[in-house]
């Protein structure tokens, strides 16, 4: 079916020039800085370095395969996903190792799931006996065999079977079909954001400890459990020396943003929205044209890198930037970076990033899996 009306790359956008300055950019434009992409990606590399777990990162952050594959050079065994979508552009740009962190379920995403398991690697999480025989029977209709997990709810009350005898009975399920593969377990603490250390560690070991005792239960029933994956970038220093924890999703630390960072997780921001000042309308606030189109505020208002100045407000089209001492000499026309407070919903906002190297443009790279939302 043909689609209806233009294509956005059909719009006319100056592209930029490599080696210009950032600030010669048309604006809302989305920086990533790759100087700070290398530095987050080392950083989080060498403290696993010496550790039995490993890094499987999260792309759902970045969507970006530039990224991925510099993350896998640094000793990632692969990649997480969360949607089959998702997985797919990932596959087609070269990565073969992924995790798809969520279910498939449903006729029409069974169905995609057979057409993309074919493209490479890829493991698919469960947690209801009903979806698993429909995805065993589809797998053994197009001649192929579907690794599973088993989620966990480790407490976040959202997918997952409780730990313990749920969770064994399900995986001896998946055994019971020949075009199925058990690989093991998932369980995702994602809930621990908590500012105070002690709280947050009691709360996160208890997810850990149901994890890690559902893994003893169903290696003790004979079944062999090759991945246990947990974890994200906001509790990476708690689950990346839990034994009986394999691997770990980290996400946000790539790009960070302002609400990992009022969180305590302390790597580089790489990835900043640009905007331009086009209204003075009072001495003290100044608009830009960057909005809540450009930058989402799921987790509060961004940051402006610019001393003394503080987003007020985000609408469609428009930000209030408050001003106080020196930055009461903004113009119009000048530029103002933007940290999000959650880079999560503001990468897909954009087509593309703008690759930069300190205040110099590097080149533009598509956000590839924008939009992979199914």
Not at 247 to 274: H, P
Request: glycine share 8%; hydrophobic share 45%; proline share 5%.
């Amino acid at each position: 079916m043909k689609p209806i009306g233009v294509h956005p790359h059909d719009w006319h956008r100056p592209a930029p020039i490599a080696g210009s300055s950032k600030t010669s950019l048309d604006t809302p434009a989305l920086l990533l800085d790759l100087d700070a992409v290398e530095a987050n990606i080392a950083t989080m590399a060498n403290w696993f370095r010496d550790k039995p777990c490993r890094l499987r990162p999260h792309a759902k952050t970045h969507k970006l395969p530039l990224i991925a594959k510099k993350q896998i050079e640094a000793g990632a065994i692969g990649i997480t996903c969360a949607k089959l979508s998702e997985a797919e552009a990932f596959f087609r740009h070269g990565i073969r190792n992924i995790l798809l962190a969520n279910e498939v379920a449903g006729a029409a995403k069974i169905a995609r799931l057979m057409d993309v398991a074919w493209l490479g690697n890829l493991i698919v999480c469960v947690d209801n006996a009903k979806n698993v025989a429909e995805i065993a029977k589809a797998a053994r209709k197009h001649g192929l065999v579907i690794s599973m997990l088993v989620e966990v709810d480790v407490g976040l009350g959202r997918c997952g079977v409780a730990p313990g005898a749920p969770a064994l009975a399900l995986a001896r399920w998946i055994r019971e079909h020949a075009n199925l593969k058990f690989k093991g377990l998932m369980g995702y603490e994602g809930g621990c954001f908590i500012k105070d250390d002690a709280q947050k560690k009691i709360r996160a070991h208890s997810a850990y400890r149901a994890l890690v005792e559902t893994r003893t239960l169903l290696e003790k029933a004979g079944l062999a459990v090759d991945v246990v994956t947990a974890g994200g970038s906001n509790t990476y220093a708690l689950a990346g020396v839990v034994p009986g924890i394999t691997d770990l999703q980290v996400g946000s630390y790539v790009t960070m943003d302002t609400y990992n960072r009022e969180y305590g997780l302390k790597f580089a921001q790489a990835v900043t929205v640009l905007a331009t000042v086009i209204s003075r309308p009072a001495p003290d606030r100044a608009i830009t044209d960057a909005g809540l189109k450009a930058i989402s505020t799921d987790h509060g208002l961004p940051a402006v890198l610019r001393k003394g100045v503080t987003v007020t407000r985000l609408d469609e089209e428009h930000g209030r930037l408050a001003l106080v001492g020196p930055a009461r000499r903004l113009k119009i026309g000048d530029k103002v970076e933007l940290a999000p407070s959650h880079g999560c919903t503001t990468i897909p906002l954009h087509e593309h990033y703008v690759l930069t190297r300190g205040d110099r443009v590097e080149g533009l790279a598509v956000i590839s899996a924008r939009g992979a939302l199914y």
